[in-house]
């Protein structure tokens, strides 16, 4: 099958092969060709250029994008998608006044969604699960981790990972997996850390690593949750079975985290509201990507990550939407680009930047996903006629998506 998009108005994202992230000054350069067309054969980009040049469109489906931008599919590096029920009663808590920490602290957060997954069987949870996925697809996402952490037993986080198997088995968009039993203690567990750690390395990991469920491992370090040593622990054990780590880390306080992540060589560490200057001397010269997740910010009123300051130290960054039922239940990454634009003070090159070829790179897919790069994989968004791409983040709250094409097809 060969598809031919035609008369693209702005083409985003052109890079060379071999470009798996951006940095710093790098990342306010959004490549791209006006006036342009893109071809596609089978599931992959197979050529591109202006419009001066375009091929012989005999052959060809052709795909007219006049006045359109195209673009890499987002590649949304850090989602809960997985979860039974929804906790729009914490919502209404919150809004009457109670933090995310009392809340947990009440028995609910975490351990709320906890005790619903556990009531649900493995096919409702399928069924309520797919549903997100195929909103956020239709939404522009061509690329997404899902990670457990609402099981907290082994039944339920074995639930969890093969649910999200399914999906992967199911979508043609690619699904990275990632073990997080290292979420939150449950209550039996809480005055016995140690015996919970033991749960998740001695029984969690070795059956997850035997089904091969999960291609990352995490865990929320902070303060109430896991401290450095036990997350160092949970890291190590994932490395024994080929799981990087991507960690939640300074989402609420700065603990000397992410030195012990980037320590451990975490692909990743994401959250990052509160950053210090000693954690921004630890993530030069690493290869760990921070990954900010602006609509948690904005749902649960807490800072914004620093971008700008990260940015004029010359780090990356990521964006992702940390969809879930707790901090962020909306997995739309134009919104998670908008409100990085407008609260966190990104350009718009720099927000796409984050949501694509950086995005990649924070799942291990830098090979194949986020740019405009032949041999990549054709995952595209088509908008609708815009001035400029300029558009997507100013008008945060239309949909500007006019088509999405994942592995060569229009979903
Ligand atoms: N902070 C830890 N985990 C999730 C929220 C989990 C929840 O409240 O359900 C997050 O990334 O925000
Ligand atoms: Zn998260």
Redesign the pocket.
């Known amino acids: 099958m060969k598809t031919l998009i035609t008369n693209i108005k702005e083409l985003l994202q052109v890079r060379e092969a071999g470009i798996a992230k951006v940095s710093g000054k790098e990342m306010a350069e959004l490549p791209l060709l006006n006036n342009a067309w893109l071809a596609i054969e089978n599931n992959l980009i197979a050529g591109f250029g202006t419009m001066e040049n375009c091929p012989d469109t005999l052959g060809y489906t052709v795909i007219d994008a006049k006045g359109k931008a195209v673009l890499p599919a987002w590649c949304d590096s850090h989602t809960?998608i997985v979860y039974a029920g929804n906790r729009v009663l914490e919502f209404v808590d919150r809004i009457n006044g109670l933090s995310y920490e009392e809340i947990f602290n009440r028995g609910g957060?975490?351990l709320n969604?906890a005790k619903k997954l556990n009531e649900t069987s493995e096919d409702d949870i399928y069924e309520q699960s797919k549903h997100r996925l195929e909103e956020v697809m239709q939404q522009g996402t061509g690329a997404v981790e899902i990670k457990s952490g609402y099981g907290l037993t082994v039944e339920g986080e074995l639930k969890m990972l093969r649910v999200i198997k399914r999906l992967k088995e199911e979508y043609p968009i690619a699904i990275k997996a990632t073990f997080l039993g290292a979420?939150a203690f449950p209550a039996e567990y809480k005055e016995n850390h140690s015996g919970y750690i033991d749960l998740i390395v001695n029984e969690m990991l070795p059956k997850i690593a035997e089904e091969k469920l999960a291609d990352y491992i995490d865990a929320?370090l902070e303060t109430g949750y896991f401290s450095i040593e036990e997350t160092e622990r949970i890291m190590e054990a994932g490395k024994k079975y080929g799981m990087p780590a991507k960690i939640?880390v300074n989402?609420f306080t700065a603990i000397n985290g992410i030195e012990a992540c980037v320590k451990h060589d975490a692909l990743s560490v994401d959250?990052l509201e509160i950053v210090t200057d000693e954690d921004i001397e630890v993530l030069k010269n690493s290869n760990t990507m921070p990954v900010a997740?602006p609509t948690?910010s904005f749902f649960i009123s807490i800072p914004y990550t620093p971008a700008r300051k990260m940015l004029e130290a010359g780090l990356p960054l990521a964006l992702a939407t940390?969809f879930?039922?707790?901090?962020?239940p909306s997995g739309n990454m134009n919104l998670v680009v908008a409100t990085a634009c407008i609260k966190m003070k990104m350009t718009p090159e720099e927000a796409i930047n984050a949501a694509t070829i950086n995005g990649a790179y924070a799942m291990g897919l830098s090979d194949t996903h986020g740019s405009i790069t032949i041999g990549k994989r054709a995952n595209l968004i088509i908008t609708k006629p815009v001035t400029s791409y300029y558009q997507l983040p100013y008008a945060f709250g239309s949909n500007l998506i006019e088509t999405v094409i994942i592995e060569g097809k229009t979903i």
């Open positions: 809960h957060g975490i969604s979420h929320f939640h989402q959250h997740l948690c940390d879930n039922p707790g901090t962020t």
